[in-house]
């Protein structure tokens, strides 16, 4: 138990320090190197004669090897002072890297993008086909440590949840962030308990649905040290609702007679991932956009303060531990040390930088995050097997994802419409 409890201590602090590494050299390139090139610039779609021109063009492959040298470097000093086995590392991280770009390759492509599915489901695709399919040798798992790369991933997140987020939703979008968060939460908890899933379970569910879908998802897997297989299946689900949703949402909102302000409040409030909300958004008008996007903006920035309340609330109570009353040394001990970095990282962002460098720096650190999430998923897919994603056990976990996404449709319609119906 007090091993297991201190490596996981010295993890945490190793993802905080690989994070904080790609933030201090990003920011630095830009405030005293400006000329400098982006050292990261993913193109946002391509089809074609593109992928010939932009992906595989010299500069752009150079890019690419560099930052999956500077992140090997990172992730082998960061599990070696962790006390992981690097003796084969880089070879693996290689691979695992080159699917993480396979997936970013598939999920940027004109046809996929018009979908909105992120990256992160195809990372875990490919890595499922390959678990399911084939048996990895062993060497090849010394690079598999998703914890460590979603931890990582979440501290550079950060920089991408800032304070002034706080001030565009203005009164209202925090009142409705707030109260949708907070009661869609304990519901979604209720009613996955109520049809005896879980606490892990039911505490990753609960937050996908309440507060921003997979980002929520991911934060509190790493707040409770959750099981990456129930992860990966709950961004499935996430994942997968949210097209429908994307589709349906904003022909029901016309078809219901509502303002620009109300559908893009409900919207944003509702559908689980940023780039669904901005496809829903637009369909209805630049007003429902800019709403949803708001919202949506503001339940984001309230994932730093749920992902702390659950770690306090999962540490505290015990859940999983065979203590039967932790002291403040053993609520400290579990403490998820990413959340201090994910909370760092936005202070510095939010207010000691100028703007400029937040806008240039922000987009930069954002590619890496998707970088390291991608990696993360890819690892997930390759240490789970698709009897239990579709498991009898798990139908419980989506049936209770359905109905708490039905009942916060609901509650987010009546607080959107109370507030902003003017």
Known sequence: MIFSVKRSFHEDWMAVFAGFMIIALTVLIYEYVPSLPMLFNPKEKWSGTEFLTGFLSRPNLLRI???????????WVGLKLAGKPTNRFFGSFAIITLLAVIAQVVSTHTSVKALSLETVFFSILIGLLISNTMKLPG???????????????????????????????????????????????????????KMKVDPEMSTMLASAVSICGVSAAIATCGAI????KKLSYVISLVLIVAIPMMILMPYLAKWMGLTQEVAGAWIGGTIDTTGAVVASGTVIGETAQKYAVIIKSAQNVLLGLAAFAISIYWSYSGQGATVEKPTA???????????????????????????????????????????????AFVCIGLETRFSDIFSAKNRKP?????????FNIVITFVVAWLLFNF
């Open 398 to 406: 989506m049936y209770a994802f359905l109905l708490a996404q039905l």
């Open 139 to 193: 060497w090849i798992k010394q690079a598999v440590q998703s914890e460590f790369y979603i931890k990582t991933g979440l501290v550079l997140l950060g920089t991408t949840v800032l304070f002034s987020n706080i001030m565009k939703a203005g009164a209202l979008g925090l009142v409705q962030a707030l109260v949708v968060v907070i009661s869609v939460w304990y519901l979604a908890f209720w009613i996955a308990r």
């Open 329 to 375: 040394r053993i609520i400290w001990d579990r403490f998820p040390k990413f959340v201090i970095g994910f909370i760092l990282a936005s202070v510095l962002f939010s207010f000691f930088l100028n703007p400029e460098t937040v806008k240039q720096a922000g987009d930069t650190i954002k590619g890496y995050q998707n970088i390291w999430f991608s990696i």
């Open 225 to 228: 040290k959750g099981d990456n």
């Open 65 to 75: 090897v560099y930052i999956f040298l500077a992140f090997a470097i990172l992730a």
